[in-house]
């Protein structure tokens, strides 16, 4: 039942877009993110879509992951997308019948908000799907350490991470050990109505949770033989470095926002 | 090496887990202690890297009291500890980066880090794994990268407690064969804790605990000379031994320190050819 799921949605390759440092990555998609919000004219969304059809390609993965990543959000862009067709106040009436108005600026609207979103998802999750879970700990725990300063605990966030992603598999693992052996003893978890099956996951959540605090205890006794004691003069066996490649993709999302800064400046 | 005087621990007030234990580890002895469930041999090895600290009597550890804060981390560094469960110590998703995790906490330079890991894996043989996510390898392979992660750190005793006790027997092979040549080749101090008498006779010396304390130290030879005394101790003798035992009631003469198949082996096939 656990057995074919994968953490987050990293797809392996090596590809320039791999190897990109994740701090690098993590910034362009903010940078990005502002970029997307800062369109305000339908047409500068055909740069985005460049932007991301050319960053895809670069990444060598195929067009069907980044559309899969789209789809949990179907429901969403679509409602929003209704919302907006029939919500929006407009003058250029379209299509008129009791009290449904469409108008133009409400396709306009609708198209605008839908894309954006699409916009916004297909981009972020190019930087999901080129990066492993571990790099991007790694990078916001890096990003974050100036805010040490603060008292901000930037290395325990990443310790924790880090030790959920390491343990998700093994008590996946477990929790597939408890049901088969609950099945053995009579258990059903198939039939009867929600809250039947809601109950039904008791027994295996009960020892679930008592074989992860155990596990904690025993991972803690560990973490210390093995001098664990915080982030404090810690070093760290990979080191990330800014390369040129970092600096060149730094400067072609600038170059969209910028592109599109004036566009809207002076064209429109 | 380790030095430990006279020392008690109890968990709670009723009942005491050590009560009174001397024992001493020599450098580069490979030192098996032996005892059944509840004699105390956890507690033991956890007092040995400051895990625990004494109730009453000292550890000491290359001169070093367990009982003094600022020591801690020197007495980690150098007494590396592997536990029973392979899953339940590798902290990180990728086998190399929990190699390093130790070095990393000691604040050692990323290429020294490097050059120790990668040395690290190959003495247990798994540098073919370096990548990998734990949860992918096998029971034994876990515990081969919990020696590794240990091996990084430098450490001059490798405690192991109940390291085999989780492992099926090829992957409890595995972990045996490796300990034993970090012992042979590079003089590595072992602390083996096991409640398995068969797995002692590639040590030293052997010192079996019942109740919180030693009961008998010696050779693995001479400890299995008495079958019948361990037993009362809640151990059973390895296969072997019952058989040289069985055998000599039978009136067959054996050297009564042969323990291994291969001792028992020599010593019976001149007694088959004569017959």
Known sequence: MFKNITLGQYFPGN??????????????????????????????????AVFVLGVTLLSEIPLSYLLKS???????????????????????????????????????????ISLRLIMLVSGTSLMTLTTTPIALTDGLERLLSPFKRVNFPAHEL???????LRFIPTLMEEADKIMKAQLARGADFETGGIIKRAKGMIPILVPLFISAFRRADELAMAMESRCYHGGEGR???????????????????????????????FVF | MIELKNVTYSYNENETALRGVSLSVKKGEFLAIVGHNGSGKSTLAKLLNALLIPKTGDVLVDGMNTRDESVTLAIRQKVGMVFQNPDNQLVTTIVEEDVGFGPENLGIPPEEIRKRVDRALETVGMSKYARFAPHTLS??????????????????????????????????????DNVAKLNREQGMTVVMITQYMEETVIADRVAVMAKGLIEMTGKPADILKNSARLRELGLDAPA?????????????????DAITVEEIAKALCPLLSAV
């Not at chain 1, 362009?28 to 369109?39: Q, R």
């Not at chain 1, 469409?102 to 198209?111: M, V």
Request: glycine share 4%.
């Open chain 1, 70 to 112: 789209l789809r949990p959000l179907k429901w969403l862009i679509v409602f929003m997308f209704f919302l907006n067709v029939f919500l929006t106040p407009g003058e250029r009436v379209l299509f008129e019948y009791w009290k449904v108005k469409i108008t133009l600026e409400g396709l306009r609207q609708a198209a605008f």
């Open chain 1, 158 to 164: 990443a310790m924790m991470m880090t030790i959920a």
């Open chain 2, 139 to 176: 029971g034994g392979q876990k515990q081969r990268i919990a020696i590794a992660g240990m091996l990084a750190m430098q450490p001059e005793v490798l405690v192991l407690d109940e390291a085999t006790a989780m492992l099926d027997p090829s992957g409890r092979r595995e972990v045996l």
């Open chain 1, 235 to 265: 070093t760290r066996m990979r080191v990330l470095k800014f390369m040129p490649q970092d600096a060149l993709a730094a400067l072609t999302v600038a170059f969209l926002g910028i592109l599109i800064v004036i566009m809207q400046a």
């Open chain 2, 240 to 256: 072997m031994v019952l058989l040289r035992d069985a055998l000599m009631l039978e009136g067959v003469r054996l050297p009564c």
């Open chain 1, 15 to 48: 590809s320039a877009i791999h190897r990109l440092d994740p701090r690098t990555k993590i910034l362009l998609m903010i940078l990005y993110i502002v970029v997307v919000f800062m369109v305000k004219q339908l047409s500068l969304f055909l740069l985005c």
